[in-house]
């Protein structure tokens, strides 16, 4: 166990729906980041937190969006969801280390 | 840019013997980070082993140990003793300061090992 807690574990929608992912870091950590998984695409970095700002964003599209609340979770929005959005995004959280600890993913199915 | 290759899509190892996961990185920043993590087929990612870029020794973790060569740019993971719990997909995955991803991790697209009896 990682520390990291994810919800949904799993969640179907459809195109054009709005869903939001909750992440809560491990105990301490600032850092707070967005990955997604495709087959297609593999493993994506999509945008990162720290202490409530946002600090780098990489391949993260226009429809998306994600915040870090005061008490350090953080939930990533997708909105007019596509077939293409179908992966398994995961959260990961980060202290004074380097190392990232990820959460257990959510897996979004869009049909 | 920075870029990690894992050029083995797939291996397999009989258990207990060793298994060594191949891994190469391209980054022109002095101060860099690598990591690898084993992923299940139940799909969490799990942290092995990390290794800075100024660390003087070989990073070692349990059976798990990452064969660092800087001139090669090369971060081999070697799993000692393999057992099935072992079966799942690793990814080698490196961290860099960088202007538009910060100290987002970029990974390669995976090695799936299979242990077997």
């Given at each position: 166990?990682?520390?990291?807690?994810?919800?949904?574990?799993?969640?179907?929608?459809a195109?054009?729906q709005r869903?939001t992912l909750?992440?809560s870091p491990?105990?301490?950590?600032?850092?707070v980041?967005?990955y997604?998984?495709?087959?297609?695409?593999?493993l994506q970095?999509l945008?990162?937190?720290?202490?409530?700002?946002?600090?780098?964003k990489?391949?993260i599209?226009?429809?998306?969006?994600?915040?870090?609340?005061?008490?350090?979770h953080?939930?990533?929005?997708?909105?007019?969801?596509?077939?293409?959005?179908?992966?398994?995004?995961?959260?990961a959280?980060s202290?004074?280390?380097w190392?990232?600890?990820?959460?257990?993913?959510?897996?979004?199915?869009?049909l | 840019a920075?870029?990690?290759?894992?050029?083995?899509?797939?291996m397999?190892?009989?258990?207990?013997?060793?298994v060594t996961?191949?891994c190469?990185y391209d980054?022109?920043?002095?101060?860099?980070?690598?990591f690898?993590?084993?992923?299940?087929s139940?799909?969490?990612?799990?942290?092995?082993?990390?290794?800075?870029?100024?660390d003087?020794?070989?990073?070692?973790?349990?059976?798990?140990?990452?064969?660092?060569?800087?001139?090669r740019?090369?971060?081999?993971?070697v799993?000692s003793?393999?057992?099935?719990?072992?079966?799942?997909m690793?990814f080698?995955?490196?961290?860099?300061p960088n202007s538009?991803?910060?100290?987002?991790?970029?990974?390669?697209?995976g090695?799936?090992l299979?242990?077997?009896?």
């Amino acid at each position: 166990d990682s520390g990291v807690t994810q919800t949904p574990k799993h969640l179907i929608t459809a195109t054009g729906q709005r869903v939001t992912l909750r992440c809560s870091p491990r105990s301490g950590d600032l850092s707070v980041y967005w990955y997604q998984q495709s087959l297609d695409q593999g493993l994506q970095f999509l945008i990162q937190y720290y202490n409530g700002e946002e600090r780098a964003k990489g391949n993260i599209l226009e429809r998306f969006s994600a915040q870090q609340f005061p008490d350090l979770h953080s939930e990533l929005n997708l909105s007019s969801l596509e077939l293409g959005d179908s992966a398994l995004y995961f959260c990961a959280s980060s202290g004074a280390g380097w190392a990232q600890y990820f959460g257990p993913g959510t897996r979004l199915l869009v049909l | 840019a920075q870029k990690i290759t894992q050029t083995q899509p797939g291996m397999f190892v009989q258990e207990k013997e060793a298994v060594t996961l191949d891994c190469t990185y391209d980054t022109s920043d002095p101060s860099y980070g690598l990591f690898w993590y084993k992923q299940p087929s139940s799909g969490e990612m799990i942290f092995l082993i990390y290794q800075g870029s100024y660390d003087q020794q070989n990073a070692t973790e349990g059976r798990y140990s990452l064969n660092f060569q800087k001139a090669r740019k090369s971060a081999n993971l070697v799993i000692s003793a393999s057992q099935l719990g072992d079966s799942a997909m690793y990814f080698c995955a490196m961290r860099a300061p960088n202007s538009n991803s910060g100290y987002a991790l970029n990974f390669g697209k995976g090695t799936s090992l299979l242990v077997t009896p």
